[in-house]
């Protein structure tokens, strides 16, 4: 099996599986719609590009082939004859046609050779000229060459097989190839590009929410995967870990709010995706406090409540220094209530937050 292939497989078969275990753990709704779309269409390019890229070849060949043959048969071109019947034996057919051949004065010698598709009758006429006599997958004979002779051999091979030998632009032996050299280093690169972009797709149907970027979702996918296949680590392992990854991210928000530009819409984004963040990790926290049985995982529900209300709290002064140093363009009421909405969750907590960033 070849590298491309190899990679098609794998890459099919991995998606599949993602896709299954998707399905099956976060369910289907409108929201992740859109991801599971998006897969199922990488599943289905992976295979069918490489396909349509060597029936595309194909074709391109066989027109070149009618182009160069013109818009009839002349004894110029390549002449290309087929049995209208099969041949029982086609050892013994190559071997009475050979001994006709060798018996007949106008060819100057006959021997075995070895073709991609099997062996056959290599002729050589005229000192320079050579034909061919080939038997094709189907027990078909075939004979080609390019010049009187060939009309001649294929004659005589009509009457030594006792078949009727037709001629044809449709070479029996000009099948489909794979593609190669550069070209097939491009199709490898976009085969690449489609399954990252399936796996975007399966990542975001588990994870369908804005508010989180392509590498957080394979993160976030990433702890169910381990909680699932991995003995010793279970679901609250996983809801724990997910809340600390989610609490760094809650906290790049305020660099992001200190950082972007001073669209409005833009900023109230960012702090809507902020309140986002830290009613999920609140859930989750409150979820893990529920199974958490051992003291340890209390240890560390307690701290990353420390550092949830931490966080937003340097969001809210953020939003806060944002607006009161005049850096928004547009109307900011919509970021100054994502602010107010994170200074109300710390308070709650019993967490007081400063005004200053």
């Known amino acids: 099996m070849n590298k491309l292939r190899a990679f098609v497989v794998g890459g099919c078969s991995t998606l599949a ?55 009839g048969l002349s004894f110029e071109r390549d002449s290309i004859f087929v049995s209208a019947d099969t041949v029982s034996d086609a050892e013994q057919a190559l071997t009475d046609i050979e001994a006709a051949v060798e018996a007949a004065d106008e060819y100057d010698e006959c021997r075995r050779d070895r073709f991609g598709e099997g062996r ?19 027990g078909r004979l075939v004979v080609t060459g390019a010049s009187q002779n060939t009309h001649s051999l294929a004659a005589l091979v009509e009457r030594v097989a006792s078949l009727t030998m037709e001629r044809t632009r449709a070479h029996p032996f000009f099948a489909r190839k794979p593609v190669r050299g550069a070209p097939r280093a491009f199709l490898g690169l976009f085969l690449v590009v489609v399954f990252v972009f399936g796996a975007g797709g399966v990542v975001g149907a588990a994870y369908p929410a804005d508010a989180y970027s392509a590498p957080e979702r394979v993160v976030l996918v990433g702890y169910d995967a381990r909680a699932a296949a991995t003995p010793g680590y279970d679901a609250t392992d996983a809801t724990l870990d997910k809340a600390a990854f989610l609490v760094d991210s809650l906290g790049e928000e305020a660099v992001e709010i200190g950082w972007d530009r001073d669209d409005a819409d833009k900023l109230a984004t960012h702090g809507r995706q902020a309140v986002f963040l830290s009613e999920t990790v609140s859930a989750q926290l409150s979820a893990a406090r529920e199974d958490a049985s051992a003291t340890s995982e209390r240890e560390r529900v307690a701290a990353l409540e420390a550092d949830l209300h931490a966080a937003e709290c340097r969001v809210a002064a953020q939003i806060t220094d944002r607006v009161e140093s005049g850096n928004v363009e547009g109307d900011a009421s919509a970021l100054v209530g994502a602010g107010e909405s994170l200074r109300a969750s710390a308070a709650d907590a019993g967490y007081a937050c400063s005004t200053e960033a």
């Open 120 to 138: 056959g009758l290599n002729v050589r006429h005229t000192g320079f000229h050579n034909s061919f006599v080939r038997v094709a997958g189907d």
């Open 17 to 71: 599986v993602a896709l299954a275990f998707v399905g099956l753990r976060y369910g289907y709704g409108p929201a992740s719609r859109g991801g599971y779309v998006t897969a199922l269409v990488a599943v289905v390019l992976l295979p069918a590009v490489p396909l349509v890229a060597a029936h595309a070849k194909f074709a391109l060949r066989r027109l070149a082939e009618y182009r160069r043959n013109g818009s």
